[in-house]
Antibody, heavy 119, light 111 residues
Framework: QVQLQESGPGLVKPSQTLSLTCTVS??????????WSWIRQHPGKGLEWIGY???????YYNPSLKSRVTISVDTSKNQFSLKLSSVTAADTAVYYC???????????WGQGTLVTVSS | QSVLTQPPSASGTPGQRVTISCSGS????????VNWYQQLPGTAPKLLIY???QRPSGVPDRFSGSKSGTSASLAISGLQSEDEADYYC????????????FGGGTKLTVL
C-alpha cells in the first residue's frame, strides 16, 4: 500500500516561502494514473485543497492560492513538493500530501505536518 | 466560507441511523461526483465514499452515499461510538478555474 510522508520546516517567517516535500513509498509517482496533491487544514478548521500535479508535470491549483503556489515533481526521488510564497499568519496550517485520482478523489493521505508562520 | 455547505454538527445514539447533507451548485455537485472523508480526532482524513456511493475496500457497509441534483448525503446506519469524527464532502468544481472544493465539515457526536 502506498505511503506518503511530508517533510520540511515547521516554522516559517512571514513574507518567506514555505517549502514542503512529500516522499512516496510503496508505489512509483511515474507509473501514471494518479494525481499527487497538497491539502491544508487551518487549526480547528476544515480542509482546503491547494492543488495537484500529474507525473508528467501538469498542474491544477486552487484559484485562491494560484498566484503563490508551485507544485513540482521529482520522479527520480519519488517525491513531489510544495512551495507557497509570501506567507502570512493565515497560512499557518497542517499541510497534507496525498495521492488521488482524476476528478479529485483523494485515496491516500500523509499524516500531515504543522507549519507555523511567525517571526 | 466553504463552497459546499454542510451542517456544522450532527448527533445520534448507538444503533441509530444518521444522515449528513452536502449542498453545492451546478458547477460542482450538479456536474461531478461527490466524495466523502472521515477524520477521526487527531488523525489525517480517510476516504470513506467516492463517486457518490462507492465504498473503498475496508469501509463497512454501514456507510452509504447518495446524490441528487446539486445535493448529496452521507448515511451512517447502526451508529457506533467509533464513528464519532468530522465528516467532509468534496467534489470537483468546473468553474472558470477548475479545482477541488470541500464542505466545511460536520462534527458527528455519538451520544
Amino acid at each position: 500500500q502506498v505511503q506518503l510522508q511530508e517533510s520540511g520546516p515547521g516554522l516559517v517567517k512571514p513574507s518567506q516561502t514555505l517549502s514542503l516535500t512529500c516522499t512516496v513509498s510503496g508505489g512509483s509517482i511515474s507509473s501514471g494514473g494518479y494525481y499527487w496533491s497538497w491539502i491544508r487544514q487551518h487549526p480547528g478548521k476544515g480542509l482546503e485543497w491547494i492543488g495537484y500535479i500529474y507525473y508528467s508535470g501538469s498542474t491544477y491549483y486552487n484559484p485562491s492560492l494560484k498566484s503563490r503556489v508551485t507544485i513540482s515533481v521529482d520522479t527520480s526521488k519519488n517525491q513531489f513538493s510544495l512551495k507557497l510564497s509570501s506567507v502570512t499568519a493565515a497560512d499557518t496550517a497542517v499541510y497534507y500530501c496525498a495521492r488521488g485520482l482524476i476528478g479529485g478523489v483523494i485515496q491516500y493521505w500523509g499524516q500531515g505536518t504543522l507549519v507555523t508562520v511567525s517571526s | 466560507q466553504s463552497v459546499l455547505t454542510q451542517p456544522p454538527s450532527a448527533s445520534g445514539t448507538p444503533g441509530q441511523r444518521v444522515t449528513i447533507s452536502c449542498s453545492g451548485s451546478s458547477s460542482n455537485i450538479g456536474s461531478n461526483t461527490v466524495n466523502w472523508y472521515q477524520q477521526l480526532p487527531g488523525t489525517a482524513p480517510k476516504l470513506l465514499i467516492y463517486s457518490n456511493n462507492q465504498r473503498p475496500s475496508g469501509v463497512p457497509d454501514r456507510f452509504s452515499g447518495s446524490k441528487s441534483g446539486t445535493s448529496a448525503s452521507l448515511a451512517i446506519s447502526g451508529l457506533q461510538s467509533e464513528d464519532e469524527a468530522d465528516y467532509y464532502c468534496a467534489a470537483w468544481d468546473d468553474s472558470l478555474n477548475a479545482h477541488v472544493v470541500f464542505g466545511g465539515g460536520t462534527k458527528l457526536t455519538v451520544l
